[in-house]
């Protein structure tokens, strides 16, 4: 097992060494610079029917210096925190500040944004874990599964368990530490009839070990996944109604995000540019961060710049209430930083939910999609184009699994024609959000 982590002593060891760095950097003449230093450590391991395949150790840590000569900007990194390696990153970035060309509005985020309140969020939850104890819940896990009737092969089943320290400080005084911890378990199993091969997967995943699935339901409900695809065939080519599984509903919330974000929109490489006010949704529908939530995925007092996370209603009532800002792209199109520098964090939906059964009834006769594979998502036009698996339903009801299909639309088409959010949420990520239906997409198979 590796060295047992200290994040105490890491959180001291990087706040010195970024207090270091910016000290450096005003003596070396910059007029204003900023530090991000982290350290993560973790174990991984994978089994593959019955067998250990391998078994990861891991040390990562670096420091990043971004520094400001005037409107001038220049930026390092380096992964060696070293009083040597810091002195070489910051006067690296500074001779790139030098050359680099004026920008009217780089600089760091504004003083009276820095973040005030810094609580505990607890989103650090170390696992004791030795490497015999994590491949004993992997072999469980992957077990579980291969002891489910029809289950004929194994792609394996993984366990990861890490923690990390990271440090943001800047020459505005603002110095802000964060501890946390992420783990995981997964599982990946094969069956086959004689219509071919299928396979699926199930996993679990939190900042608490202790809320982790079991393992062996995470193998079983991977196998139960993959037996109901056996049989698959295409469906018919025609215009229907969609249900997206929480799991797949979330990339359209992913989507949705990608569009309100600064950058694509003062590069007016976002479908929703100049949008802010209209609607988008249907009224029923509203969608905001948590930033602050406890023990949360992605929860943080501040952002990538050290401003203050708030809660944002990015929609309400169906219109865009709120774009997601970092100091940098606010001031390119002339607002105030929704403190998102780095994204949004824990994305939650406020609307009424129905249960994936009254879901499918509403949709009588189109496709539940349970995978999506491509990249066919064009966030300049909203276009969107996916190949696609899951299963025909008839009258509402679950008919066969269907493979080998496209499914088209217009990402804007589909947010103005969401049916509804179904309660079956998944909250293993940062964005939790239960199936969508919506009302018509173009399908082409068979």
């Given at each position: 097992?590796?060295q047992?982590f200290?994040a105490?002593?890491?959180?001291?060891?990087?706040?010195?060494?970024?207090?270091?760095?910016?000290a450096?950097?005003?003596?070396?003449?910059?007029?204003?610079?900023?530090?991000g230093?982290?350290v993560?450590?973790?174990?991984?391991?994978?089994?593959?029917?019955g067998?250990v395949?391998?078994?990861e150790?891991?040390?990562?840590?670096?420091i990043?210096?971004?520094?400001?000569?005037?409107?001038?900007?220049?930026?390092?990194?380096?992964?060696?925190?070293?009083?040597a390696?810091?002195?070489?990153?910051?006067?690296?970035?500074l001779?790139?500040?030098?050359y680099?060309?004026?920008d009217?509005?780089?600089g760091?985020?504004?003083?009276?944004q820095?973040a005030t309140?810094?609580?505990d969020?607890?989103?650090?939850?170390?696992w004791?874990?030795?490497?015999?104890?994590?491949?004993d819940?992997?072999?469980?896990c992957?077990?579980?599964?291969?002891?489910?009737?029809?289950?004929?092969?194994?792609e394996?089943?993984s366990?990861?368990?890490?923690e990390?320290?990271?440090?943001?400080?800047?020459?505005?005084g603002?110095?802000?530490?964060?501890?946390?911890?992420?783990?995981?378990?997964?599982?990946?199993?094969?069956?086959?009839d004689?219509g071919?091969?299928?396979?699926?997967?199930?996993?679990?995943?939190?900042?608490n070990?202790?809320?982790?699935?079991?393992?062996?339901?995470?193998?079983?409900e991977?196998?139960?996944r993959?037996?109901r695809r056996?049989?698959?065939k295409?469906?018919?080519?025609?215009?229907?109604?969609?249900?997206?599984?929480p799991?797949?509903?979330?990339?359209?919330?992913?989507?949705?995000l990608?569009?309100?974000?600064?950058?694509?929109?003062y590069?007016?490489?976002s479908f929703l540019?100049?949008?802010?006010?209209?609607?988008?949704?249907?009224?029923w529908?509203?969608?905001e961060?948590?930033p602050?939530?406890i023990g949360?995925?992605?929860s943080t007092?501040?952002?990538?710049?050290?401003?203050q996370?708030?809660?944002?209603?990015?929609?309400?009532?169906?219109?865009?209430?709120?774009?997601?800002?970092?100091?940098?792209?606010a001031?390119?199109?002339g607002?105030q930083?929704t403190?998102?520098?780095?994204?949004?964090?824990n994305?939650?939906?406020?609307a009424?939910l129905?249960t994936?059964?009254?879901?499918?009834?509403?949709?009588g006769?189109?496709?539940?999609?349970?995978?999506?594979?491509g990249?066919g998502?064009?966030?300049v036009?909203?276009?969107y184009?996916r190949?696609?698996?899951?299963?025909?339903?008839?009258?509402?009801?679950?008919?066969?699994?269907?493979?080998?299909?496209?499914?088209?639309?217009?990402?804007e088409?589909?947010?103005?024609?969401?049916?509804?959010?179904?309660s079956?949420?998944?909250?293993?990520?940062?964005?939790h959000?239960?199936?969508?239906?919506?009302?018509?997409?173009?399908v082409a198979?068979?």
């Amino acid at each position: 097992m590796a060295q047992a982590f200290d994040a105490s002593s890491q959180q001291a060891l990087l706040t010195a060494r970024a207090e270091e760095a910016l000290a450096l950097a005003k003596r070396l003449g910059a007029d204003a610079a900023e530090v991000g230093a982290s350290v993560d450590q973790g174990v991984g391991v994978s089994v593959r029917l019955g067998d250990v395949e391998t078994v990861e150790l891991s040390r990562d840590q670096g420091i990043a210096v971004t520094l400001y000569v005037g409107k001038r900007k220049g930026s390092a990194s380096s992964s060696d925190a070293s009083s040597a390696s810091i002195q070489a990153t910051v006067e690296k970035a500074l001779a790139i500040a030098r050359y680099t060309g004026e920008d009217p509005v780089a600089g760091l985020a504004d003083a009276d944004q820095m973040a005030t309140e810094l609580p505990d969020l607890k989103v650090h939850y170390p696992w004791a874990l030795t490497t015999e104890q994590a491949i004993d819940l992997a072999l469980a896990c992957e077990q579980a599964g291969r002891d489910v009737e029809g289950i004929s092969q194994s792609e394996g089943a993984s366990l990861s368990s890490g923690e990390g320290v990271r440090v943001y400080a800047n020459s505005h005084g603002f110095l802000g530490t964060q501890k946390g911890s992420s783990h995981s378990l997964s599982c990946m199993l094969i069956a086959q009839d004689e219509g071919g091969m299928q396979r699926d997967y199930d996993y679990t995943s939190a900042r608490n070990p202790q809320h982790l699935r079991d393992p062996g339901e995470v193998g079983r409900e991977a196998a139960a996944r993959t037996l109901r695809r056996l049989g698959a065939k295409r469906p018919p080519t025609g215009t229907f109604p969609i249900l997206f599984d929480p799991s797949l509903s979330s990339g359209l919330v992913g989507h949705l995000l990608g569009a309100l974000a600064g950058g694509a929109l003062y590069r007016q490489s976002s479908f929703l540019c100049d949008r802010l006010g209209t609607p988008l949704f249907p009224e029923w529908f509203s969608l905001e961060e948590r930033p602050m939530e406890i023990g949360a995925t992605a929860s943080t007092p501040f952002d990538g710049e050290g401003v203050q996370t708030r809660n944002n209603r990015f929609i309400e009532q169906g219109r865009i209430a709120s774009y997601m800002l970092s100091s940098y792209s606010a001031r390119r199109l002339g607002m105030q930083t929704t403190g998102n520098a780095g994204g949004a964090r824990n994305v939650r939906l406020d609307a009424p939910l129905q249960t994936r059964d009254a879901l499918l009834k509403t949709m009588g006769r189109g496709i539940w999609v349970t995978e999506l594979m491509g990249q066919g998502v064009n966030g300049v036009t909203g276009d969107y184009s996916r190949g696609a698996a899951g299963f025909w339903v008839e009258n509402g009801e679950i008919q066969y699994p269907v493979e080998e299909f496209t499914i088209a639309g217009n990402l804007e088409r589909m947010f103005s024609g969401l049916v509804g959010i179904g309660s079956d949420i998944d909250t293993r990520g940062s964005i939790h959000t239960g199936s969508w239906l919506v009302d018509a997409m173009t399908v082409a198979g068979s």
